[in-house]
């Protein structure tokens, strides 16, 4: 396991652990009906204004400004020595997803002023924009440090494995037939990135499918290296739609910067709305 992905897991296994141990602390108060929620014992620590309430909205602001760290991280020279481009897009996947799952815990799952209903709506369209988001950025091939690979290196790391591979199979082998066919099937090429869009659920589920056969053949062939083998049908398949997928990602990274300045914007009214009210935490209804 390389050190990236033991710090990406590290740090989602604490993150997880946080957000299941919010559950458990007030899942019996979170369950309760809203009208009725002020005889819960623990309606004074709970609650959006309560002690606990309070501590999960600071948590969770802090945790969605550190996954917009990731923007600064990607366009910004300076921070490149400061880990590889791929841990930070997993943080950032980890923070966006645990980051506002703490803020619902600060509503209480019942925000109630129209600018928390507000905040809380983007916040939800966030996620979503960015869960799909992270979808269409797998469908674009990446190098070990995070950077997007282009159709020359593709292709330089095609011709790589299959020499390498050639090295233990030789040109009558079975299993060049086999890469081939699953090179090509099931392959649908869209013709737009509105097509790569409308195409991705089939292009998850078909890639899925692939791995599956892959893991199959490696069963079976264990005299060949796992890696050139999935490299090649891998990369074979992405050269048909790898521009399309690149112009679509680049569009998708648009919207969601968008969905994510509306998403600061009204969390920074919520908080200023309270602090013009005069709000302390703990005190009030």
């Known amino acids: 396991m390389t050190r990236t992905r033991l ?38 620590a709970l609650r959006s204004g309560g002690s606990w309430g309070f501590a999960e909205a600071i948590v969770g602001t802090a945790l969605i400004l550190l996954n917009l760290t990731f923007m600064l991280r990607r366009r910004l020279k300076a921070m490149r020595r400061f880990g590889a481009l791929r841990l930070w897009m997993n943080m950032h996947v ?48 990446h190098t070990v440090a995070g950077a997007e690979m282009g159709m020359g290196e593709l ?17 009558d082998d079975p299993l060049w037939q086999k890469l081939d066919q699953l090179s090509r099937q099931p392959l649908v090429t869209p013709k737009s990135s509105l097509g790569c869009l409308l195409l991705l659920p089939y292009t998850l589920v078909a890639t899925a499918g692939l791995r599956l056969r892959l893991w199959s053949l ?22 048909h739609t790898l521009q399309l997928y690149r112009r679509l990602l680049r569009w998708w990274r648009a919207l969601h910067r968008v969905f994510a300045l509306v998403m600061v914007v009204t969390l920074t009214v919520h908080v200023v709305i309270l602090m013009y009210l005069g709000y302390v935490p703990g005190v009030g209804a």
């Open 7 to 44: 710090y990406s897991l590290t740090f989602a296994a604490l993150m997880i652990g946080i957000a299941l141990a919010l559950w458990l602390e007030g899942s019996s108060f979170y369950m309760t009906h809203p009208w009725d929620r002020s005889m819960h014992p623990g309606y004074d």
């Open 94 to 141: 980890v923070t966006g997803l645990v980051g506002p799952l703490i803020v619902v815990y600060h509503t209480a799952f019942y925000p109630r002023t129209t600018v928390a209903i507000t905040a809380f709506v983007s916040l939800g369209v966030l996620v979503l924009t960015g869960v799909i988001g992270r979808f269409i950025y797998a469908m674009v091939p």
């Open 155 to 171: 292709e330089a790391r095609l011709t790589e494995a299959r020499d390498h591979l050639a090295t233990v199979a030789r040109p």
């Open 218 to 239: 490696r069963r079976s062939r264990r005299d060949v290296d796992w890696h050139d083998v999935y490299d090649i049908v891998r990369i074979r398949r992405r050269l």
